[in-house]
Structures are given as C-alpha cells and as structure tokens.
C-alpha cells in the first residue's frame, strides 16, 4: 500500500505602501506589497506550512523565525528549497499541490502559470503537480477591505 500524506497551510500578510508585492516568487506590478520579515510572499508560505505539516514538522516559524535576522528580507522560494530538502530526506515526495490567493487587487489570472512554474522548478516536480487559483474576498472582512493578502495551501505527500 502507498503511504500518503496531507498537509494544509495557510498564511496572511498586511498590504503597506513601500514593499514589493510577491507571489509564488513573482514580483508583481502593485502599488502595495507584503509586510513581513521576509519577502512575505504569502502562498509560498502557506505551501511551506502545507509540507511541513503533512510530516508533522512543524511550522516556517520554527525553521526560518522572524526574530532571527538571517531571515530579513529571504527569498521565499529559497526557503522553499530547504523545506523541500527535509521532506526528500525524510523519503517523501510531492504528489501535487492545491493552492488558492485571496485577494481583491491586482488582478492574478496572467501571473498564475509563471508562479506554479516557478513553485514547481523549486520543488523539483512537473508544473501540472502546482495548481494555484485565485480568488477575491468580495470586499469582506481584511482581506475584502484591501488590508492584506491572504493564501490556503493543501498538499499531497507520496513515500517514495
């Protein structure tokens, strides 16, 4: 029998003036950005919290901790890599990855393949193993008020 594995992760970041806004590792074109000790790319973030968890690992707090200066201002997807390694050392790997983004602005459609090309080159998997969706708040709540950005990751995780 396949032993699996399922993880979810979530994560939220304030919008501020001054910040590049990043998502799945691309840098978008807004005039606001994620607040964060790192580059606060939240749906990277919440797929790191989504992998460690299916192996009861924990959190990015207790890898990457925000009061730890090393981590000012990492790029996610480098994280993301170190993350990636734990779960192949542990002889595991990525069945795929279900992500969604909740935000009212920018617009996310024409960034969403550049993303999972780039979460997938990262984890070493074949981009049809990334689905990222995106969706608003339908101005509720933070999120809906333009506050910040907020992303849900689900993961499956096969034994090797």
Do not use: C
């Amino acid at each position: 029998m396949t032993q699996i594995r399922i993880g979810n992760g979530y994560d939220i970041h304030q919008l501020v003036r001054d910040r590049p806004l990043i998502l799945g590792g691309v840098r978008l074109d807004h005039d606001l950005g994620l607040l964060g000790h790192s580059d606060a790319d939240v749906l990277t973030h919440a797929i790191m919290d989504a992998l460690l968890g299916a192996l009861n690992l924990g959190d990015i707090g207790h890898y990457f901790p925000p009061t730890d200066p090393q981590w000012a201002g990492a790029d996610s997807l480098v994280l993301l890599e170190q993350v990636a390694a734990l779960i192949r050392d542990r002889g595991w790997q990525v069945g795929n990855i279900d992500s969604v983004i909740v935000a009212e602005r920018p617009k996310l459609k024409p960034y969403l393949g550049t993303m999972g090309d780039r979460l997938a080159g990262t984890l070493k998997i074949a981009a049809d193993q990334v689905s990222i969706k995106a969706t608003t708040n339908e101005k509720l709540g933070p999120v809906g008020r333009e506050e910040g950005i907020a992303a849900y990751a689900v993961t499956l995780l096969v034994k090797d």
